[in-house]
């Protein structure tokens, strides 16, 4: 897809971070910008955000987690816009330690945004692009984690790798079928956004039982750490600019930060090393 003007994107976790930084250059682009995000209150202060350059936005809240909530995106999408064209599947949470440390609400929230937010946004996006027969493009949201061995939050991981194998069977899964549907992965390092703060989108259901709550000295530290890191991390603007070049340029894989190289050719190289001639 290399014109963006006057076509549809759907966003989701689009009221903050990458989301946010996204939907800001697709209204640049002069797009319309369908912002989906489980949080009414930020979702709102998103839309007021990108009211004054004029963008045309639809809000709806969606918790990607739940496939009726993103059928009903793709509803209202319809009803107001017509189509749609590009599909980010954004939305991201992180939670949980080691395999054994994460308990199993963790697990289920992380999981049930991380991958089966990304699985329901193709299931329900996807076949409405096919019927479009138009260029379109779907991005969805890695990390640089979906690469690597070992990451502090294993249920994180875990999604990411997932993420990673979902749009790379969807990238060849459509380009046997020759569909104008074109799809990248974005992994990204560090970036500037709330992910050490996503509890306060977790779902009350999902909530950890005090008695199992992990906030020991060692875990605060933890999460002091994420934020500093992510506070030091690259601008969501500068991962949108890099995400609507790789959407031109019809790149599955999108690795935002310098350096990425040496960890996944590290992890490749053990792979490889236990694989018989």
Known sequence: ??????????????????GFGIAQRCAQEGMKVVLADINAEDLQAAEQALAPSGATTLAVQTDVSKFGEVEALSQKTLDAFGAVHLLVNNAGVGGGGSPWEATLADWQWVMGVNLWGVIHGVKVFVPIMLAQDTECHVVNTASIAGFLPQHVSAPYQVTKHGVVA????????????????????LCPEWVKTRIADAERNRPVELQNDPASDPSSPEYEAMIADLRRAAAAGMSPQEIADQVLQAIRDEQLYVFTHPGCRAGIQRRMEAVLEHCPD
């Open 166 to 185: 979902l749009s790379e069977n969807l990238y060849h899964s459509l380009a046997q079928v020759n569909a104008k549907v074109k799809v990248s992965v």
């Open 1 to 18: 897809m290399k014109e963006f003007g006057d076509k549809v994107a759907v966003i989701t976790g689009a009221a903050s971070g990458i």
